[in-house]
C-alpha cells in the first residue's frame, strides 16, 4: 500500500445532531446545495450563507434515516450552526444537538486513498461505508466535492489509538493538522476561517461547486446569484509560490497598493514556500508576482 493516504484528527470541528422528518426539507431551504434528492444512507456538502450572501459554514450533511441527520460543521463551536438554523426554524417540527463530545472526527485523505478505503470497508449502506474496529463502528463518506479522494470518519464507538492502529495496519499514515494544512494548501482546498467565512462569498473563496443555481429560494441567493450573473467578482482564491518565508495576514502588493491578502501558508522546503491568497480578480493570471515584506510571490495557480 502507498504511504500516501493520511488519517487526521479533526478536533477543531463540531458535529451537529438534527432531527425530525422535516429537517432535511428545512436544510434544503436554508443552504446553497441541492438536498432534496438526498436519501437515506447518503451525503453531501452545501453552505449555510447569510442573507447578504457571506458563508456562515460548510455542513456535511448525512442522512442517516428520515428523520435523523449528522450534520459535520466546520466551525469550532456547535453553537454557530446551531444558533442561525434555529433562527429560521419556525413551524418545523424538529430539533438541534451539539453531539461532538458522543462521536469523532477524522479525514481520510491522499492520491490513494480511494484503493486504501477498498481494503478498510467491510459492508456499505449507499454512501456510508462501515467498518467494525475493535468491537465498534465507524462509519466513511466520501467528500464528493473536493477535487482529490476526501474522506470523512465518524465513529462514536472506536477510540483513537484503535483506530490509527488498523488503519496504519494497512497503510496509512497518522498526521496532524500541520500536514493537513499543507495538503489543502498544495490543492487549493479552502479552510474554514481562512480561505472562507464571514468574510466572504462562496464564489471568491473556491467553493461555487456547492451553489445549485438552479434550486429555489435560499438564505443569500438573491448577493450570490448577483455576483454570479453580471460578473461582480471582486476577488478569487490563488496558490501561490515564495523563495522566502510568507505568513498569514501578510498583504499583497503591486507597485505599493494592496490587491490581496495571504490566508494560509506552509513550507515545502528551505527555499519554497507555498500559500493560498485572497487576490483581486484582475490580478490572478498565472505568473503574476507580488510583493510581501521584502519578498515575492508568484501565483501558480487560480481556482476558476
Same mark, same amino acid.
Given at each position: 500500500?502507498?504511504?500516501?493516504?493520511?488519517i487526521?484528527?479533526?478536533?477543531?470541528?463540531?458535529?451537529?445532531g438534527h432531527?425530525?422528518?422535516?429537517?432535511?426539507?428545512l436544510?434544503?431551504?436554508?443552504t446553497t446545495?441541492n438536498?432534496?434528492?438526498?436519501?437515506?444512507n447518503q451525503a453531501?456538502?452545501?453552505?449555510?450563507?447569510?442573507?447578504k450572501?457571506?458563508?456562515?459554514?460548510?455542513?456535511?450533511?448525512i442522512?442517516?434515516?428520515?428523520?435523523?441527520?449528522t450534520?459535520i460543521?466546520?466551525?469550532?463551536q456547535?453553537?454557530?450552526?446551531? !444558533?442561525?438554523? *434555529?433562527r429560521?426554524?419556525?413551524i418545523?417540527?424538529?430539533? @438541534?444537538?451539539? %453531539?461532538? =463530545?458522543l462521536? &469523532?472526527?477524522?479525514t481520510?485523505y491522499?492520491?490513494?486513498?480511494?484503493?486504501?478505503?477498498?481494503?478498510?470497508?467491510?459492508n !456499505?449502506?449507499? *454512501?456510508?461505508?462501515?467498518?467494525?474496529?475493535?468491537g465498534? @463502528?465507524?462509519? %466513511?463518506i =466520501?467528500?464528493? &466535492?473536493?477535487?482529490v479522494?476526501w474522506?470523512?470518519?465518524?465513529s462514536?464507538s472506536v477510540?483513537?489509538?484503535?483506530?490509527y492502529?488498523?488503519?496504519v495496519?494497512?497503510?496509512?499514515?497518522?498526521?496532524?493538522? @500541520?500536514h493537513l494544512?499543507a495538503f489543502?494548501?498544495?490543492n487549493?482546498?479552502?479552510?474554514?476561517?481562512?480561505?472562507?467565512?464571514?468574510?466572504?462569498?462562496?464564489?471568491?473563496?473556491?467553493?461555487?461547486?456547492?451553489v445549485?443555481f438552479?434550486?429555489?429560494c435560499? @438564505?443569500?441567493?438573491?448577493?450570490?446569484?448577483?455576483?454570479?450573473?453580471?460578473?461582480?467578482l471582486?476577488?478569487?482564491?490563488?496558490?501561490?509560490?515564495?523563495?522566502?518565508?510568507?505568513?498569514?495576514?501578510d498583504?499583497?502588493?503591486?507597485d505599493?497598493?494592496?490587491?490581496?491578502?495571504?490566508?494560509?501558508?506552509t513550507?515545502k522546503?528551505?527555499?519554497?514556500?507555498?500559500a493560498?491568497?485572497l487576490?483581486?480578480v484582475?490580478y490572478?493570471?498565472?505568473g503574476?508576482?507580488?510583493h510581501?515584506?521584502?519578498e515575492?510571490l508568484?501565483?501558480?495557480?487560480?481556482?476558476?
Amino acid at each position: 500500500m502507498s504511504d500516501s493516504t493520511y488519517i487526521c484528527s479533526r478536533n477543531e470541528t463540531s458535529i451537529v445532531g438534527h432531527y425530525g422528518y422535516e429537517a432535511l426539507d428545512l436544510l434544503e431551504r436554508l443552504t446553497t446545495n441541492n438536498l432534496k434528492n438526498l436519501k437515506v444512507n447518503q451525503a453531501a456538502r452545501t453552505l449555510f450563507t447569510s442573507d447578504k450572501g457571506r458563508v456562515i459554514d460548510s455542513l456535511f450533511v448525512i442522512v442517516n434515516s428520515e428523520d435523523n441527520l449528522t450534520l459535520i460543521s466546520e466551525a469550532p463551536q456547535a453553537s454557530t450552526i446551531i !444558533n442561525e438554523i *434555529d433562527r429560521y426554524t419556525i413551524i418545523e417540527e424538529t430539533s @438541534l444537538q451539539d %453531539i461532538s =463530545k458522543l462521536n &469523532s472526527h477524522y479525514t481520510i485523505y491522499g492520491e490513494n486513498a480511494d484503493h486504501f478505503i477498498e481494503n478498510v470497508v467491510q459492508n !456499505n449502506d449507499g *454512501d456510508i461505508l462501515k467498518a467494525k474496529i475493535s468491537g465498534g @463502528l465507524i462509519k %466513511i463518506i =466520501k467528500d464528493q &466535492s473536493k477535487n482529490v479522494p476526501w474522506y470523512e470518519v465518524i465513529s462514536d464507538s472506536v477510540n483513537e489509538r484503535d483506530l490509527y492502529s488498523y488503519t496504519v495496519s494497512l497503510g496509512c499514515q497518522t498526521v496532524d493538522a @500541520l500536514h493537513l494544512n499543507a495538503f489543502c494548501v498544495d490543492n487549493l482546498i479552502p479552510t474554514y476561517d481562512r480561505e472562507f467565512g464571514p468574510h466572504t462569498n462562496p464564489l471568491e473563496s473556491g467553493l461555487g461547486n456547492l451553489v445549485d443555481f438552479d434550486k429555489g429560494c435560499y @438564505l443569500g441567493q438573491e448577493v450570490i446569484s448577483r455576483i454570479f450573473n453580471y460578473g461582480k467578482l471582486q476577488r478569487k482564491l490563488v496558490l501561490l509560490e515564495s523563495e522566502g518565508s510568507v505568513n498569514v495576514s501578510d498583504k499583497l502588493t503591486v507597485d505599493g497598493k494592496q490587491v490581496g491578502i495571504v490566508t494560509s501558508v506552509t513550507a515545502k522546503s528551505k527555499n519554497l514556500h507555498r500559500a493560498l491568497g485572497l487576490v483581486k480578480v484582475k490580478y490572478c493570471n498565472i505568473g503574476n508576482i507580488f510583493h510581501v515584506e521584502g519578498e515575492y510571490l508568484r501565483v501558480v495557480q487560480s481556482m476558476d
